[in-house]
């Protein structure tokens, strides 16, 4: 670990000087990075996970949003649970062992070191076996729908299409080329095809129908099974610099005979239905923004528990530093794959759709185990 800077200077901050959590470190660090947030001079792993004394990580203090968050963790390992041992690299990881980290933390409430003492971390290597992990955010969208098409709200959502014989369709095949016209699956239209498209990446939605005022999660309920391709990536290529959704939507908005090119690069689509819910994850449980990601679940099992040096960033979207915080694997997505990459829930409408869009940094992740007995 490097050694942390001296402008973090926290020992006037502490209220009680015998309290149970006076002697741990401060949860924000600041490490010698680049401004992507991915550490100078990091090392190489050997291993996918490695070990880490725990004793040389922050800490961060428990609060009732991350109880209840933990709460939901133990539901979803009850109703969703491991049914075989997890083989990451060396790592042998159980539905009990997952279960006991969550009991180690509710058990210990705010004395972070007995958490601690009953805890072992291991380090994953990331994209690049350096332990760098790119942090971006999704959000659910809110948007409003009517259930009969107008001359504004024209842009479908669509159910699942049953007892469809052969490869489910593209997206240019469903958008410009009608293929799912006619059948019935329709369940909502919206005013503006890209948020319709945004929330075929982010899974899910928040619907109000405006003509008659219901409100409804759109859930995930599917996808044509085609690779996802990053519009971002393509833009980017040709030259746009800001890819962020707000960039991407001025630009479609400054020139909309952009539109189909842009969107249709991508072939993967998604399918939706009503549901009179709260938003749910792959997990089935309730996602809680700034603590649930979205991952791949060959490498972070849904269940288990994170310990992670998270970027932060100010209003502009620039790097200020890392902070620890325990984040819960409780969701998936077609984008997320592979060691390196987690995808942190925003929240909900325009402010998560803000904190999401800005999200494009570099941390750390290690995966939280109960103490082996000696």
């Not at 741990?24 to 600041?30: A, N, V």
């Not at 009969?148 to 240019?172: A, C, H, I, V």
């Amino acid at each position: 670990m490097l050694g942390f800077s001296s402008c973090v200077q926290f020992e006037d901050t502490l209220p009680f000087e015998d309290a149970a959590w006076a002697n741990e470190m401060p949860t924000e660090q600041y490490y010698d990075i680049y401004r992507s947030g991915k550490r100078k001079h990091a090392r190489t792993f050997s291993e996918i996970y490695e070990p880490v004394l725990l004793d040389t990580l922050p800490f961060p203090q428990m609060n009732e949003d991350l109880i209840a968050a933990l709460e939901n963790q133990l539901e979803l390992l009850d109703t969703k649970p491991l049914k075989r041992k997890l083989k990451v690299g060396s790592l042998a990881i159980s539905n009990d062992d997952l279960v006991k980290v969550i009991q180690i933390l509710l058990d210990a409430g705010w004395n972070v070191s007995e958490a601690k003492e009953k805890l072992e971390a291991y380090q994953i290597w990331g994209f690049d076996q350096k332990g760098h992990v790119k942090f971006t955010g999704y959000y659910t969208p809110t948007m409003q729908v009517k259930h009969q098409p107008d001359s504004t709200y024209k842009y479908p959502f669509y159910r699942k299409p049953e007892n469809w014989e052969g490869p489910l369709p593209t997206r240019r095949q469903i958008d410009a080329e009608g293929a799912l016209d006619s059948l019935g699956l329709e369940i909502a239209y919206a005013a503006d095809p890209v948020d319709v498209y945004y929330t075929h990446l982010q899974g899910s939605g928040l619907v109000e129908f405006v003509d008659t005022g219901e409100a409804f999660l759109l859930e995930y309920d599917g996808s044509n099974r085609m690779p996802y391709k990053s519009i971002e990536h393509y833009l980017s290529s040709e030259g746009v610099e800001d890819v962020s959704i707000y960039g991407i939507k001025r630009l479609i908005r400054e020139q909309p005979h952009l539109r189909d090119s842009v969107l249709l690069i991508n072939p993967s689509y998604s399918f939706f239905q009503l549901k009179k819910r709260t938003v749910t994850g792959a997990g089935q449980v309730p996602l809680t923004p700034e603590i649930s990601v979205a991952v791949d679940r060959r490498y972070f099992p849904l269940g288990a528990t994170l310990l992670v040096a998270v970027p932060v960033f100010d209003k502009k979207g620039e790097m200020l530093h890392h902070e620890f915080r325990i984040m819960l694997p409780q969701d998936v997505g077609g984008a997320i794959r592979g060691p390196g990459h987690i995808d942190i829930y925003s929240g909900s409408g325009k402010e998560g759709q803000r904190i999401a869009g800005k999200r494009m940094h570099y941390g750390e992740v290690w995966l939280l185990l109960p103490k082996k007995s000696k």
